[in-house]
């Protein structure tokens, strides 16, 4: 697996924690949920989406799917995993959980204007290999670019 070093929080480390599933391939991603893990206090734990255990952690997602946006999932040992939402609903909730994006709350709740959220959140996923330099040695590109 040719995953991105990184030094984040792991579903070992956090067990219950909220998961971060982002692109592991990606530097963009890595930058933005290094940035999360720095504004965290151990309420998330992170998996790339190229991790075996993704599949089950959040089976009714395809990989077309995950290579889409940003997942977070919520594991709860009596009802499975619960998944919270990907790219900007992830953000959503994110902002719900982390003090430090309590500031962008208000906007991200402001209703009627999740359709914009999603539809900026997709322009930069789609974008994101090449914001930040490629890293795509098993064809991930092919589907960004």
């Not at 930058?31 to 998996?47: C, E, H, P």
Request: with cysteine.
């Amino acid at each position: 697996m040719n995953t991105l070093d990184h030094d984040l929080a792991t579903m070992e480390e956090k067990p219950g924690a909220d998961v971060v599933i982002w692109d592991g391939h990606c530097k963009f991603c890595l930058s933005q949920v290094q940035r999360l893990s720095r504004w965290d206090s151990d309420r998330l734990a992170y998996v790339s989406l190229h991790d075996p255990r993704v599949k089950e952690l959040a089976p009714e997602l395809s990989f077309e799917q995950l290579m889409e946006q940003l997942w977070v999932v919520s594991p709860r040992p009596d009802a499975g995993a619960v998944l919270q939402g990907g790219g900007a609903d992830a953000i959503r909730y994110l902002s719900r959980q982390l003090p430090w994006l309590w500031p962008a709350m208000p906007l991200l709740h402001i209703p009627g204007l999740m359709p914009v959220w999603r539809w900026l959140y997709r322009q930069v996923a789609q974008r994101r290999y090449r914001i930040a330099g490629k890293n795509c040695d098993e064809g991930t590109c092919s589907l960004h670019q």
